[in-house]
């Protein structure tokens, strides 16, 4: 889930999937195509053979409702980028109890706590990407007690809202 660009880190995926066996996954590619039109074309090409036999689908943006549904029909969240500032996406995932993959760069540990609602991953690492989430297809175990604390984890962090209040006393304070 998010913009097709190199820093989202899905030609990374698409590395680390191709090292599990075609039969243990499936990958629901969801976001905006604008733009990076030679980064586009080459992952296109990647997924050709795979949308052909249903392995990949790429869906383009969708609404939030058609999001939430794939959040519902979907197991995973794998967003190995270079670089988060945060990560939205993440907890907004654990929302729908997806434990998330995730690289460990940026603030990704904010949101992905390793090994206890997601797995964070070195970047470029696609071995070690392909053995969390081939982990997570082999132990149901495993991913259903990620998902529960993934969920727990969404329960617990702020809302907008409270973040939106908290900013405005913030800065109240400050012009006072």
Known sequence: VGNLIPR???HHLLDSLSLLPPETWKLTIVGGVVGHRSYIAKIRRAVEAKIKTRQISMLGSVDNIQLAEH????HLLVVPSSYEG???????AMGFGLPAIATDSGATA???INNMNGFLVQPNAREE???RIHQLHLNRDILSQMGMAARRHFLAAPTWEDTCTHIYDFLQKIVG
Request: glycine share 10%; no cysteine.
């Open 8 to 10: 989202k880190g899905l």
């Open 71 to 74: 959040y519902r029909l979907n």
């Open 86 to 92: 945060f990560g939205i996406v993440y907890l907004e």
């Open 110 to 112: 904010e949101t992905i």
């Open 129 to 131: 990407l392909a053995q």
